[in-house]
Nanobody
Framework: QVQLVESGGGLVQPGGSLRLSCAAS????????MGWHRQAPGKERELVAE???????EYGDSVKDRFTISRDNAKNTVFLQMMSLKPEDTAVYYC???????????????WGQGTQVTVSS
């Protein structure tokens, strides 16, 4: 069983910064794409950023040039550095990991439990 543990959410003032972390553990043969999505009240879950095992990144339009995604492949951990935060960034942020389990050949997707980010003065 693979588990994702997220940390780093909280309350921050507009213009501030936060860094989210998500560590995957369990029987993982190969960790593929890792990323972050978010969901605000009354809205659909949306892509924030993703990073492939090779380091290729993709960002949602609303966070480009403000957020940076990175990963530590040795620790199966993904980070999201969030800068110049705006009230509209307020949401629950979910980590996602796509992986191949030990002894398997199929790619699975796992979601974290979510961490609240609130941007308010």
């Amino acid at each position: 069983q693979v588990q994702l543990v997220e940390s780093g959410g909280g309350l921050v003032q507009p213009g501030g910064s936060l860094r989210l972390s998500c560590a995957a553990s369990g029987s993982i043969l190969r960790m593929n794409t890792m990323g972050w999505h978010r969901q605000a009240p009354g809205k659909e879950r949306e892509l924030v950023a993703e990073i492939s095992s090779g380091g290729n990144t993709e960002y949602g339009d609303s966070v480009k040039d403000r957020f940076t995604i990175s990963r530590d492949n040795a620790k199966n951990t993904v980070f999201l550095q969030m800068m110049s935060l705006k009230p509209e960034d307020t949401a629950v942020y979910y980590c996602n990991a796509r992986y191949t389990p030990t002894g398997g050949s199929i790619t699975f997707s796992r979601w974290g439990q979510g961490t609240q980010v609130t941007v308010s003065s």
